[in-house]
């Protein structure tokens, strides 16, 4: 039986909580931040939770889970 490759970009984009919630960061956080006001800019800087409907997608993309 062959292991089961980790999908990188998902390992990039995803982390798991000590718990086992799986965090993302948001979009929109990168680049053209100046006409974004500075309470939008610090929404965006935090994490937030997956969605429980697509817990099971990601899931099955990081097999032996995220590493970060």
């Known amino acids: 039986?062959?292991?089961i490759k980790t999908n990188k970009t998902a390992a990039k984009r995803f982390k798991q909580t000590s718990t086992g919630k799986l965090m993302?960061?948001?979009s929109y956080h990168n680049h053209l931040m100046i006409h974004?006001?500075?309470s939008q800019?610090?929404?965006l800087t935090t994490d937030s939770q997956l969605a429980p409907s697509?817990?099971?997608r990601v899931k099955r993309m990081?097999?032996?889970g995220v590493n970060h």
């Open 41 to 43: 800019s610090r929404r």
């Open 36 to 38: 974004k006001s500075p």
């Open 1 to 3: 039986m062959p292991k």
């Open 24 to 26: 993302h960061g948001h």
């Open 62 to 64: 990081l097999p032996n």
């Open 54 to 56: 697509m817990k099971h």
